[in-house]
């Protein structure tokens, strides 16, 4: 089972981080509990812990009934020695956040904008717009809320939970303080106000939007690394630390055990290894098989009930039944279960987005043994085409922070859920698989845009098919979850839509690997 965080100490490690860095700075208002709870996707009784625990260690001051005020004063010397080396000890992973930014960010903030109506994006840059004449940090601050309000309203549940982190470690605060050094001279002439942000939405062009947004962050990327480089030889004695610092967690503190195993039984039974009418082990094989209580059992398999995999009789035990559209709808008026679902549809549409520039930065270091290994594990009884391909992906992608992204979010996305359309289950002939196979064959032939589109097209496929199966099942809301496509993400020049996997149907390779 995997180790759980809590979502207090996800929002205790960010204030306290921001507070410093010095983003909220001595004197300044943190955000009122009502806002933490909606920035940070928090309880209120978790919101009053942190800031009760930042009160005693003397970081801010609370009042009944008044704003919290940061009342951490940070050291005078210029530059602040203790924030220096804190950055120099953590430079290798602090460079390859934002790295990650460059290449993930610009898409999403494009698909969000193609989403989101006109008026919607009034209200998203509303602050931004207010603030336009005032100085150079609240403009920010303006334009970061704004950004996250974007994200929030593209209906993603991911969007802004990985932004959040990824401005986190990348330290953003300590660098926007660094405008006076000269590498950072041209981002600051070009970016430096953030209103071209709002410029840059009004164009109403994906291309124009994306290439912006990129070139934003390629030029910030350029000029962290400059300063980097130049710093670590002003203080030749800084050790780096070199462990991988950047985590991210998709719900922290809420993956419960017996939700895993829950996961991990429907994955089984989708594939096809507990077939329909099949029973499952006793509850204390299975205890035995996971590490877990009988009672942790008995919660994983009263969900299966609750989602219609499974049923449960006394004394026969529990049954597969699956194709059960009922259980389905009243597990969509579950609010627990409904989340869950608008989770996976999050992460579904996520990595429609994420996993193309990841399989373009990989593609070089595919080598032909790690096709050769590819090749075997695809005459596995059980294998899956898709997933095989992206751990490929994942472990050839060099920056560290998008690897625990797609990671995490593959995660949550289990196969089982989509072979179980399909009465034979992954032994079945399905559109994922060929679609997959044509990846796998244009990453055999070299084609590296091909490759990297086509694995964006599976993703694709399986949202489009499970959505309007919920959507038809008592869940609205799933119809809100648009489609990827290449022209919303400024890609239109690099190949067909995801509704076209580039080969008609009647031509995609059958499952396996060419001679």
Request: hydrophobic residues 35%.
């Amino acid at each position: 089972m995997e180790e759980k965080r809590t979502l207090y100490d996800y929002l205790y490690r960010n204030l306290k981080e921001q507070i410093l860095n010095g983003y909220f700075a001595c004197g300044e208002r943190l955000p009122s509990l009502n806002e933490l709870c909606e920035m940070y996707h928090v309880g209120i009784r978790t919101a009053k812990d942190v800031i009760r625990a930042l009160k005693e260690e003397g970081l801010i001051k609370t009042e009944e009934r008044k704003p919290s005020y940061v009342t951490y004063c940070r050291p005078q010397c210029t530059p602040d020695t203790y924030l220096v080396q804190s950055v120099l000890k953590g430079r290798t992973s602090i460079l390859q956040v934002y790295r990650t930014m460059e290449l993930l960010l610009p898409a999403i903030y494009t698909f969000s904008l193609e989403v989101c109506s006109s008026d919607m994006q009034k209200l998203c840059f509303a602050q931004l717009y207010k603030d336009s004449r005032k100085d150079l940090r609240t403009r920010w601050k303006s334009a970061s809320l704004s950004l996250y309000r974007l994200l929030d309203a593209s209906g993603n549940l991911l969007f802004r939970d990985v932004l959040t982190h990824l401005e986190l470690y990348a330290r953003i605060p300590f660098f926007l303080e660094q405008e006076q050094e000269e590498c950072f001279s041209f981002p600051y002439t070009q970016y430096g106000n953030p209103m071209w942000i709002v410029d840059a939405a009004g164009t109403g062009n994906p291309s124009a939007i994306h290439q912006q947004f990129r070139s934003m962050y390629a030029s910030l990327t350029r000029s962290v690394e400059m300063y980097l480089a130049d710093t670590c030889s002003r203080h030749p004695s800084a050790a780096e630390e070199r462990e991988d610092m950047f985590h991210w967690h998709i719900q922290p503190g809420r993956d419960h055990y017996y939700m895993q195993i829950t996961r991990s039984l429907i994955d089984q039974i989708g594939l096809g290894l507990y077939g329909d009418g099949d029973f499952l082990p006793p509850e204390a094989v299975l205890a035995e098989q996971y590490k877990v209580s009988v009672s942790t059992i008995r919660k994983a398999i009263a969900m299966l009930n609750k989602t219609g995999f499974c049923q449960t009789y006394n004394v026969k035990g529990t049954q597969v039944t699956l194709f059960n559209d009922n259980a389905t709808m009243r597990c969509m008026k579950n609010k627990v279960f409904k989340r869950d679902t608008l989770t996976y549809l999050s992460g579904l549409q996520f990595m429609a987005i994420a996993v193309r520039p990841a399989a373009l930065l990989a593609f070089e270091q595919i080598d032909a043994g790690r096709l050769e290994e590819l090749s075997l594990a695809l005459k596995a009884p059980y294998a899956i085409p898709l997933d095989l391909l992206i751990r490929c992906v994942m472990e050839c992608l060099p920056l560290q922070p998008y690897r625990a992204i797609l990671n995490e979010v593959t995660g949550t996305l289990r196969w089982g859920y989509y072979y179980s359309f399909f009465s034979a289950g992954i032994q079945a002939d399905n559109p994922l698989d060929r679609i997959s196979m044509s990846a796998c064959q244009s990453l055999i032939r070299g084609d590296k845009e091909a490759f990297a589109i086509q694995l964006s097209q599976c993703y694709c496929h399986i949202l489009e098919f499970v959505r309007d199966f919920l959507a038809d099942c008592g869940l609205p809301e799933a119809r809100n979850f648009v489609t990827p496509r290449p022209e919303l993400l400024g890609w239109e020049a690099f190949g067909p839509g995801p509704s076209e996997p580039g080969l008609p149907e009647s031509e995609l390779p059958e499952p396996g690997l060419p001679e």
